[in-house]
C-alpha cells in the first residue's frame, strides 16, 4: 500500500520564478491538504483539495494556489517566488467522510530553495 | 498569542529514560489531539491520536489531554536512539479541516 508520494524532492528557483509541486494521495484517501514548513517551525496550512475544489484556506497569499485532478492528486503552484518560500512543502492526505476526526497522514516533503 | 505552543527544546536524555513532552493551547474549540514524529528532512509521521480529554497508550508512548487545562503531554517510556527526532503536537477544532502545530520538540536519546 503506497504512501503519500511527492515530487520532486528538491527544487531550486530564483526569485520572480514560479514553482509548480504534486503530491499522489495514500491509497483510498480523496482529500489533500498542503503545509509548508519553514525551518525550525511547525507545519502551517496553506489549503485543501476535496472534490477538486479548494475547501478551506489558510493565511497565505493568492500566489499560492492549487488544484486537485479526478484522480485525487493535487498540485500546488508558487507564483513570484520570494526569498521567504523557501521552506518544507508538505502533502497530507486523509479521508473526507473522517475528515472531522483530522487524521492526516503526510508525505516526505518538497524542499524548495529560492535564491 | 500563538495558537499552539511548545517548546522547542533541545531536549537530551539517556537511553531508557522517561520522556515527557508538552504543548499548551489557547483556541478551547480544539477537540482532536495528535501528536507526530518527524525525522531529520523527512516528513511527520502520526504517532498518536486523541479526542477530547483523557489517555491513551500504545506501546511505549501514552498520550494525555487535559481539556480544562489545555494542555498536552506525550510520555515516552523506555526511550531508544531511534525515538531521537522532532515531536510536534497538533490539533483541530470539529467543523474544520486544518491542522495546528507546535513549533516541535528536538529531542536526542542518547546511547
Known amino acids: 500500500d503506497a504512501g503519500v508520494t511527492q515530487s520532486p524532492t528538491h527544487l531550486i528557483k530564483t526569485r520572480g520564478q514560479q514553482v509548480t509541486l504534486r503530491c499522489s494521495p495514500k491509497?483510498?484517501?480523496?482529500?489533500v491538504s498542503w503545509y509548508q514548513q519553514a525551518l525550525g517551525q511547525g507545519p502551517q496550512f496553506i489549503f485543501q483539495y476535496y472534490e477538486e475544489e479548494e475547501r478551506q484556506r489558510g493565511n497565505f497569499p493568492d500566489r499560492f494556489s492549487g488544484h486537485q485532478f479526478p484522480n485525487y492528486s493535487s498540485e500546488l503552484n508558487v507564483n513570484a517566488l520570494l526569498l521567504g518560500d523557501s521552506a518544507l512543502y508538505l502533502c497530507?492526505?486523509?479521508?473526507?467522510?473522517?475528515?472531522?476526526?483530522?487524521?492526516?497522514?503526510f508525505g516526505p516533503g518538497t524542499r524548495l530553495t529560492v535564491t | 498569542q500563538k495558537e499552539v505552543e511548545q517548546d522547542p527544546g533541545p531536549l537530551s536524555v539517556p537511553e531508557g529514560a522517561i520522556v515527557s513532552l508538552n504543548c499548551t493551547y489557547s483556541n478551547s474549540a480544539f477537540q482532536y489531539f495528535m501528536w507526530y514524529r518527524q525525522y531529520s528532512r523527512k516528513g511527520p509521521e502520526l504517532l498518536m491520536y486523541t479526542y477530547s480529554s483523557g489517555n491513551k497508550e500504545d506501546g511505549r508512548f501514552t498520550a494525555q489531554v487535559d481539556k480544562s487545562s489545555k494542555y498536552i503531554s506525550l510520555f515516552i517510556r523506555d526511550s531508544q536512539p531511534s525515538d531521537s527526532a522532532t515531536y510536534l503536537c497538533a490539533m483541530k477544532a470539529p467543523g474544520a479541516n486544518n491542522l495546528f502545530f507546535g513549533t516541535g520538540t528536538r529531542l536526542t536519546v542518547i546511547p
Open positions: 491509497s483510498g484517501h480523496d482529500t
Open positions: 497530507a492526505s486523509s479521508r473526507w467522510r473522517t475528515s472531522s476526526s483530522g487524521e492526516q497522514y
